[in-house]
């Protein structure tokens, strides 16, 4: 499908059509309604979502963590946001604020579908293993596995705005003003100048008389000395290349080639090495997931422990880490 033609459901578009998804961010094209139908859907699925875990205690549990679920993945969003632009503004990045927003917006959105699609499964075992610990620990890995997929998608988006060079404007314009090598078609022979022996001169206004040397022969080089050495040129070399000067550059669909044998390649830079604003995205998600867990467990309970009555918030006592690891004893 297409961008131009968006489908009713956004996450479907994000999952069949991502491409158009990445294309429509990086030229900037209806980022506000895109962004707000992402918002929208993100919300009624974090809603939904949060509505099961909240059932677990009682009815107005369910609805209080259908309204702190979303609250809790947009304001670690809105926390989060400035340090991910500043980040690529520092390192020379275009990424403007809709940019990133949209981009971010993609990863929630896909970790809210990908959560609401566990739903069922975890009312399942609501209603067969009504255990506290085990419910907790369970959402607490449905959620972890549909985050981990939603950072995915953000990667992959972040890899393809550095691929239009928006991430490393300044590598992709040294990549696009570099020159195109031509290689032209191997010929059997390559006429090269003769070898001049030690001490003689050629005559006035002429050079060496050329010979025809086939590829695979050696070729007669001349030292410093006058000496004549010879310099052997390998069978699958081309002969165009054989004794063509380093640095000359032919207009494109010359029958030669412009690298001489024997010169280095031209490197258009190592896809190996990520720029710094790509290394950072991860440095960023690790932020991202470490003020994630530390605003759940300042708006706890979600879940709502069937021993204590309801409350909508606990005391800040403990951390988010402790408890997990808690609950995995008490199992």
């Known amino acids: 499908m297409s961008g131009d033609r968006p489908s009713p459901l956004v996450i479907e578009r994000i999952l069949r059509d991502r491409g ?62 400035p340090t991910l632009y500043l980040f690529n503004l520092v390192f020379g990045a275009r990424l403007s604020v809709r940019q990133s927003l949209a981009l971010v917006m993609v990863a929630i959105t896909v970790t809210s579908m990908l959560a609401v699609a566990f739903a069922p499964i975890s009312l399942f075992f609501l209603i067969t293993a009504p255990d ?13 596995l549909s985050a981990l997929v939603g950072l995915r998608f953000l990667t992959g988006g972040m890899q393809v705005l550095n691929d239009h060079g928006l991430l490393a ?25 003769a070898a001049v022996p030690a001490g003689a001169t050629p005559a006035a206004g002429q050079g060496a008389e050329p010979v025809a040397v086939p590829a695979g022969a050696a070729v007669a080089e001349s030292t410093s000395n006058g000496a004549a050495t010879t310099a052997p040129v390998p069978a699958h070399v081309p002969a165009q290349w054989a004794g063509q000067p380093a640095g000359v550059s032919f207009p494109p669909g010359a029958p030669v080639a412009q690298r001489p044998w024997g010169s280095p390649p031209v490197r258009r830079g190592d896809p190996s090495q990520r720029p710094a604003s790509m290394t950072l ?35 800040i006592d403990g951390n988010f880490y402790a408890e997990i690891l808690r609950t995995i004893a008490n199992l």
């Open 281 to 315: 995205l991860y440095i960023w998600i690790l932020l991202f997931g470490f003020v994630g867990t530390q605003l759940a467990w300042t708006l706890r309970p979600f879940f709502g422990d069937p021993g204590q009555d309801f409350a909508f918030f606990r005391s």
């Open 169 to 193: 404007p300044e590598a992709a314009n040294a990549q696009a003003n570099a020159p195109v090598a031509v290689q032209a078609a191997p010929a059997p022979v390559q006429a090269v100048p």
């Open 20 to 81: 158009s998804i990445w294309q429509q961010i990086v030229a900037e094209r209806d980022l506000n309604a895109l962004t707000v139908r992402m918002l929208s859907s993100s919300a009624i699925a974090l809603a939904c979502y949060g509505a099961v875990l909240g059932a677990f205690h009682s009815p107005l549990m369910a609805l209080t963590s259908a309204l702190k679920l979303p609250l809790l993945f947009l304001v670690t969003l809105a926390i989060c946001l």
């Open 132 to 144: 506290y610990g085990f419910f907790k620990l369970l959402n607490v890995a449905i959620l972890t």
